[in-house]
């Protein structure tokens, strides 16, 4: 029987174990999230994944007080772009935002440069775990589902962005492979909120098929 639940959450009320649940914070970086980056060369405005910022931050507040373990996830490429596959970089040459390509904030989504690191509201904390990954979701090509078996985790809590993108394949992997998922409405968000609502519809249509959602108060009023 989890100890917690989330009542507010859709499709029906979350049930967890804080010590099996870790809180995944998705590519909050500056190439998505500051001005220069990846997504806003890509043609998007940023001011729907900044908004977030603070509540991210909340949740963070709450999870580490509870004791759960937070993992961040940055999506990018190694310099020599071994990783990356030339479809991709295609496309974003296309789009004026070319990976690897010089930009303001370094080389666009590549690792070590300043657009590659998370922003600084959201620094993590020694310890937690970084994953880096080359693909849109966490689970391909990374060490993510080895931190979550090494830490015993069952349910997964997403937060970041964009939640049609980044989220929702991560969401999509964990779900195949029996994480139970909580995405926080209010705690992630795409470029176009079109997007973002027709990804929140569909994690919990069918009975939740991809899993759960909810409002970030309704947890952090569950963890206190
Ligand atoms: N992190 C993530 O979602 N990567 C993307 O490329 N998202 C877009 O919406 N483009």
Same mark, same amino acid.
């Given at each position: 029987v989890p100890s917690m639940q989330v009542e507010n959450a859709l499709p029906y009320p979350f049930g967890f174990d804080p010590a099996s649940t870790a809180v995944v914070v998705i590519d909050m970086q500056n190439d998505f999230c500051?001005?220069? +980056?990846f997504g806003q060369r890509?043609?998007?405005?940023i001011a729907a994944v900044r908004a977030i910022i603070p509540t991210i931050s909340r949740v963070l507040d709450a999870a580490r007080s509870a004791g759960l373990l937070i993992i961040h996830t940055r999506e990018g490429h190694l310099p020599d772009l071994s990783d990356c596959p030339p479809s991709k970089q295609e496309r974003s040459r296309r789009q004026g935002?070319?990976? +690897?390509d010089a930009g303001p904030m370094g080389r666009?989504?590549?690792?070590?440069?300043? +657009?590659?690191?998370?922003i600084p509201e959201l620094t993590p904390i020694p310890g937690e775990p970084v994953v880096d990954k080359?693909?849109?979701?966490?689970?391909?090509?990374?060490?993510f589902h080895d931190i979550l078996i090494e830490y015993g985790i069952e349910s997964l809590i997403l937060c970041g962005v964009t939640t049609h993108v980044c989220v929702h394949t991560t969401l999509r992997e964990a779900n195949d492979r029996g994480y139970r998922c909580l995405v926080l409405e209010d705690a992630t968000a795409a470029f176009d909120p079109d997007d973002h609502a027709a990804a929140i519809h569909m994690v919990r249509q069918q009975g939740g098929i991809f899993g759960w959602t909810s409002a970030s108060i309704s947890l952090i009023h569950t963890l206190r």
């Open positions: 500051a001005p220069g +980056g890509l043609g998007n405005d935002a070319g990976i +690897g666009i989504l590549i690792r070590g440069e300043p +657009g590659h690191e998370i080359p693909g849109k979701g966490a689970f391909y090509q990374t060490n």
